[in-house]
């Protein structure tokens, strides 16, 4: 089926919009997710918000290359499951030990009052 055709049956509607496009951008749009998310099923989730957000956003948008419109939708579902997942592993779980470290310096100075004290 074409491009004009798929667009079409959003347009109308029609859930076989959403079966054709799998059916023509499915693997596409998998490839995309696969290369930026490492767990497949994060990756199936990618793919699968694609189609909802096509079903979102045509109609009022007509895209003029329905394959470009997909990826990039499939590209940005992913990216933001990637943040998603690498949010809490920022700092590479070092967090807790830096701060630890941290605490054992502060505590070396002495208490809090010692450290107003010797300001005075």
Known sequence: MTDEKIIELYFR?????I????IAYGAYCRSIASGILSD???AEEAVADTWLAAWDSI????????RLFLGSI???????QWRRNHAESRGGGETAIALEELGECV????????????KQ
């Open 59 to 66: 109609p009022p948008n007509r895209p003029k290359y329905l």
């Open 19 to 22: 079966r054709e496009s799998v």
């Open 13 to 17: 509607r029609d859930e076989q919009a």
């Open 74 to 80: 499939t590209r940005n579902r992913a990216l933001t």
């Open 107 to 118: 505590g070396a100075v002495g208490s809090p009052e010692d450290a107003v004290n010797t």
């Open 40 to 42: 497949p099923s994060d």
